[in-house]
């Protein structure tokens, strides 16, 4: 339960440890192997997903004949529907159970490769990417709800380090995301890149089948009722973000009047959730809590200027630079790199301002170097400046991360959880919004250039912003 002065959470109770209802004898026993192998497996396929496609744009705006700001749909669509299906997923699962969850969602998956695979058209390939947004939503607020229900069993607080690998895993997955959509584009045309869901899926599935406990509701106690889930909130939500979206997407010829619905929408979602007894966004919570709402900035604002690299960098570097989707994919391989060993050292920490302090430092360096690139940059200028973009990720990340599961309510972790990816989807959104103004149908220097001021006004922000909270000295447990 959380506290309802601050809305965070209470101490957790220590609880007589035993195994898990439903599920094979000590399966996931203290945060063991068989409980994190399939949510590893399944926190990696949102963020596979959502950079593996940066390589296989090129190749499939030439199969369908469009261009760079139409291509951009394919990362927008993913992320308008993550950004709604995070929270709405975490809800779920903390409402009628995690493992649930995590299953339906894998099997979304699996139907969503399919499409994308076989898709004829381009407005199908749109489909599955929706599919696929919500369906790889599932996995990582359900971890969440897991590991905070492991903590009660076994009465203690998840260990750092064991956050630490879920965030390894997206990061990870993100990292090797364009390399391996480009050698796959490559070696097997783009669709593979969408075929490739289906056997990670399935074995993602296949673990959460075997060695998930099984939801407390399975066997006659209440997690929820399905009267609580606020479906009314949720797709109130959905159309303002998605009114907000369709005007973003075209920030070249703004289509003002979409705004007019986006207010009302967003009005008529405060008004409701105010008013609903369980609402989707608990707005009193939020409003209570400012240390969480400041984390939910902070993760927007990276994500923002992270996505705007990884996308306009890998472009350019195709369409400026003449790279190949597998090679672009290869020099983009540093920030992977530093991304990945970056996450493993801030899950090492136990605090929380240091890494995040670093993270915005290294974020306003990393872009102010991409000024200095031109369509002529020798290779390792290329790499350096991919890995100094990678550092800030892989801190953030992990810093963010510990920072939610420290402030959000103890009963509603799974949807803090999801509301922690969805900023980093709305900074995703406007990302690939700015990427389409800035570039039009076609990557150049001046296009990348103008990424980079943005990259360096929001780093000093970040700083500024990380350094003034006072709430992010409290030293984490490990």
Not at 37 to 45: A, F, K
Not at 58 to 79: E, N
Not at 208 to 217: E, H, I, K, V
Not at 413 to 424: D, H, I
Request: include cysteine; glycine fraction near 12%.
């Amino acid at each position: 339960m959380s506290d309802p002065s601050t809305g965070r959470p209470a101490p957790l109770p220590a609880e007589a440890p035993s195994d898990h209802e439903g599920g094979p004898a000590g399966a996931g026993r203290d945060f063991g192997a068989r409980l994190m192998t399939p949510l590893l497996l399944g926190s990696l396929l949102n963020p596979l997903n959502s950079t593996m496609i940066a390589t296989a744009l090129v190749a499939i705006g030439q199969d369908f004949r469009a261009g760079a700001a139409d291509t951009v749909w394919l990362i927008s669509v993913m992320y308008l529907s993550s950004a709604v299906g995070q929270p709405s997923m975490g809800r779920l699962a903390d409402r009628v159970g995690p493992r649930r969850v995590f299953i339906a969602g894998a099997l979304s998956v699996c139907a969503a490769g399919l499409i994308g695979a076989l898709a004829p058209t381009f407005t199908l390939l749109i489909v599955s990417r929706v599919v696929l947004g919500l369906g790889t939503s599932a996995a990582y607020p359900a971890a969440m709800a897991l590991l905070r229900a492991e903590s009660r069993r076994v009465g203690r607080p998840t260990p750092r380090r064991v956050l630490g690998r879920l965030s390894l895993a997206a990061l990870g997955s993100a990292a090797v995301g364009p390399a391996l959509g480009g050698l796959l584009t490559a070696a097997a045309g783009w669709r593979a890149v969408f075929a490739i869901n289906v056997p990670l899926a399935l074995l993602a599935l296949a673990g959460a089948l075997a060695w998930l406990p099984a939801d407390r509701g399975a066997r006659g106690e209440r997690t929820g009722t399905p009267g609580s889930l606020d479906p009314l909130g949720i797709g109130l939500f959905a159309g303002a973000l998605t009114c907000a979206m369709f005007f973003l997407l075209r920030l070249e010829d703004p289509r003002w009047p979409l705004l007019a619905p986006a207010g009302v929408l967003t009005a008529a979602l405060v008004w409701w959730q105010l008013r609903h007894p369980a609402p989707f966004l608990d707005l009193r919570m939020l409003a209570r809590n400012g240390a969480l709402v400041r984390t939910y900035l902070r993760q927007g604002l990276t994500y923002l200027v992270i996505y705007c690299v990884l996308y306009g960098f890998s472009q350019w570097l195709e369409e400026a630079h003449g790279y190949s989707p597998f090679h672009a994919g290869l020099v983009m391989l540093p920030m992977s790199g530093a991304a990945a060993l970056c996450s493993i050292a801030g899950a090492r920490t136990r605090g929380i301002r240091a890494p995040l302090t670093a993270a915005a430092a290294c974020l306003t360096a990393g872009s102010a170097v991409f000024l200095l690139l031109r369509g002529d940059s020798p290779l390792p200028v290329l790499l350096c400046a991919g890995a100094l973009v990678g550092i800030p990720q892989g801190l953030a990340a992990t810093g963010n991360q510990a920072a939610v599961y420290a402030q959000a309510p103890a009963d509603g972790v799974g949807a803090a959880a999801g509301l922690q990816r969805t900023a980093q989807y709305l900074g995703a959104i406007v990302a690939s919004s700015l990427i389409g103004l800035l570039y039009g149908q076609r990557a150049s220097d001046p296009g990348l250039h103008q990424i980079a001021v943005i990259g360096v006004v929001l780093g000093v922000l970040l700083l500024a912003l990380t350094l003034t909270d006072r709430t992010l000295r409290a030293r984490q447990e490990p």
